[in-house]
T-cell receptor, first 111, second 118 residues
Framework: GQQVMQIPQYQHVQEGEDFTTYCNSS?????IQWYKQRPGGHPVFLIQ?????EVKKQKRLTFQFGEAKKNSSLHITATQTTDVGTYFC???????????FGPGTSLSVIP | EPEVTQTPSHQVTQMGQEVILRCVPI?????FYWYRQILGQKVEFLVS????????KSEIFDDQFSVERPDGSNFTLKIRSTKLEDSAMYFC????????????????FGDGTRLSIL
């Protein structure tokens, strides 16, 4: 079945350093979604990428969708303590509504 | 801002008992979902529901699970005979449109129900 993988599993950074998490799907995705989950919280939608090669920015966050629509990345510039949490990528297969979440990358920011 | 609400926030149940988890999706949303998350692990898809029927379900969603939209506002998940391994956080989510589309149709998640099976 479809698998979505993310690396790294954990990342500890000093405040002000950059952070990147990578997401890979075993199958082509119709779109890729990114979510952030704070400890004890629920997943919160960050963004959706739809087009092959698409790049979107939200302030210090940059999201990319690969040309083959099977991989994606999230890059945070100059991390802050408010960035702490687990970042999940998630994607439905083409034409299906079954969304598969990656295992997440847990980000810790040391002040 | 409209929210997905889930009740109860915490449910403790004896193994073998039936449990019903309740959700009120955002009012103009048409697609509804249940996910579960075992502590410290990833979010796992259970089922999606549209137009009063299941549109997709995962291998986890076996005969012990069922979903229902009993009225115009509630969306429920029933586990018929709970097992220890059903202990997890259960999230309900809703979206205005289908997720596998080319338009921005995010899912909005509720705060979850923590289910503890004894």
């Amino acid at each position: 079945g479809q698998q979505v993988m993310q690396i790294p599993q954990y990342q500890h950074v000093q405040e002000g350093e950059d952070f990147t998490t990578y997401c890979n799907s075993s199958t082509t995705l119709s779109n890729i979604q990114w979510y952030k989950q704070r400890p004890g919280g629920h997943p919160v939608f960050l963004i959706q990428l739809v087009k092959s090669g698409e790049v979107k920015k939200q302030k210090r966050l940059t999201f990319q969708f690969g040309e083959a629509k099977k991989n994606s990345s999230l890059h945070i510039t100059a991390t802050q303590t408010t960035d702490v949490g687990t970042y999940f990528c998630a994607g439905p297969k083409t034409s299906y509504d079954k969304v598969i979440f990656g295992p997440g990358t847990s980000l810790s920011v040391i002040p | 801002e409209p929210e997905v609400t889930q009740t109860p926030s915490h449910q403790v149940t004896q193994m073998g008992q039936e449990v019903i988890l309740r959700c009120v999706p955002i009012s103009n949303h048409l697609y509804f979902y249940w996910y579960r998350q075992i502590l410290g692990q990833k979010v796992e898809f259970l089922v999606s529901f549209y137009n009063n029927e299941i549109s997709e379900k995962s291998e986890i969603f076996d005969d012990q699970f069922s979903v229902e939209r009993p009225d115009g506002s509630n969306f429920t998940l029933k586990i018929r005979s709970t097992k220890l391994e059903d202990s997890a956080m259960y999230f309900c989510a809703s979206s205005a449109g289908a997720l596998a589309t080319y338009s921005n149709q995010p899912q909005h998640f509720g705060d979850g129900t923590r289910l503890s099976i004894l």
